[in-house]
Structures are given as C-alpha cells and as structure tokens.
C-alpha cells in the first residue's frame, strides 16, 4: 500500500543545534516533493519544494534533500531557534493517475529549547 | 489580498445534519482541495478540483461531496453528519497545476455530537 511516514511522533533539540526531520515514502514515484510548516490552530504554510531531478535545494537556514532512489527527503533547520518550534509535514504528488493529489505525511513536532 | 477564506470557524452539528463549508479564495487559482486533519494522523485528501467544473476524489470522500461552479468558490458539503466527520478542515488553492505550492485557509473546526 501507498504510505508516506515522517520521523518520531515529536523532536526536541538544543537551540542552536541542526534539527534533521525524515520523509520516507513506499509505493510512490513523485515528480516533486514539498515541506510545510504548521503552528497550532493554523493552516499549514508552505516552507519548500523539491524535484525528481534535484538533489537538494536551500533556503536560509533551510535544506532539503531528495533521494530517489532511497524514496527519502531529508528537512535540516541549522541554528535552530526556539521560533522554529512548529509541526512540520512533507507532502508528494501521488503520481500517474493521481498526479492531481497531493498526500501528506501525518508531520513530526519540532521543539527547540532555549 | 484575502488568499483562501473558510467560513464558518467553529461549528456543531447533530448527527444526521446536513451543513456546508465554504471555501472562497481570490488569487484566480486553479486548484482548489478539501483536507481533514485527525490529531496524528495529518492532512487527509477529501476532494480536489483542477478547474471549474471538474472534481475528483481524494484519499477518504465517503461521506463528502463538492462543486466548482465558479473558480473561485469549492463549497464541500456534509450530506448526513457522522461522529466519524467530527475533525478540522482546511481548504487550500494552487495557481496552476498541483505541482505549485498550497495556499491553506484558516480551517474549520467541525464537531458531531
């Protein structure tokens, strides 16, 4: 069956520390993937994309990764700060036929201390 | 700009009610779709729309159904409310095809009793 799963229920890191957050999927083959952020009570927001043919990409403190093969994406924040502190969630198109659906990951809680 | 606006915020139905969550953005957005989020368990696809007039199903439809009359408004109805709907949605837009980022409204926090 088709399963998206994202590291740990939540993360607790040091501040200043680099928080790494996993993506795996099973029975997916996406053209992209993206991250989003969410805080209590709101709607997600969109942090990052990345494609099929790109490796990895960066934003400011952001960095993500994108291995094919391994069906992975890796989320790294460096000098994390307690701002940071959010649920974050990868989502993939479902490919083929379902090239219209974007699945989402059940997401991983990030805490950063200070 | 608005972006994607969800009305109502809160809401509590009876079981067996019918009701209708509005979703309304006015970015000109293609996309249009219709997610539930259960503590743990994340975003679950309902419906999805590519443009006026076309709908398809998401990962759990049983029980939901949409339209798109118009681009800018994916209303998604609840036809006999269950205990089981009892979640928050979000409603979320995208310029062009799916593979543009999500714009997400503020959600709607549904309760069946």
């Known amino acids: 069956s088709q399963k998206i799963e994202q590291n740990s229920e939540a993360l607790n890191i040091q501040e200043g520390k680099t928080a790494t957050l996993t993506c795996n999927y099973t029975?997916?083959?996406?053209?992209?993937l993206q991250w989003y952020r969410q805080d209590p009570g709101r709607g997600p927001v969109f942090l990052l994309l990345?494609?099929?043919?790109?490796k990895e990409k960066r934003k400011e403190r952001l960095k993500v990764t994108f291995d094919t093969t391994l069906k992975q994406s890796l989320f790294h924040i460096t000098a994390s700060q307690p701002a940071d502190s959010a649920t974050y969630l990868c989502?993939?198109?479902?490919?083929?036929?379902?090239?219209?659906?974007?699945?989402f990951g059940s997401g991983t809680r990030l805490s950063i201390r200070p | 700009n608005a972006g994607v606006t969800q009305t109502p915020k809160f809401q509590v139905l009876k079981t067996g009610q019918s009701m209708t969550l509005q979703c309304a953005q006015d970015?000109?957005?293609?996309?249009m779709s219709w997610y539930r989020q259960d503590p743990g368990m994340g975003l679950r696809l309902i419906h999805y729309?590519?443009?006026?007039?076309?709908?398809d199903q998401g990962e759990v439809p049983n029980g939901y159904n949409v339209s798109r009359s118009t681009t800018e408004d994916f209303p998604l109805r609840l036809l006999s409310a269950a205990p089981s709907q009892t979640s928050v949605y979000f409603c979320?837009?995208?310029?062009?095809?799916?593979?543009?980022?999500?714009?997400f409204g503020s959600g709607t926090q549904l309760s069946v009793l």
């Open positions: 979320a837009s995208s310029p062009g095809t799916a593979s543009e980022k999500l714009f």
């Open positions: 029975n997916y083959s996406p053209a992209y």
């Open positions: 990345i494609r099929e043919n790109e």
């Open positions: 989502a993939l198109e479902g490919g083929g036929s379902s090239a219209s659906k974007i699945i």
């Open positions: 970015m000109n957005h293609e996309y």
């Open positions: 729309s590519v443009g006026a007039g076309i709908t």
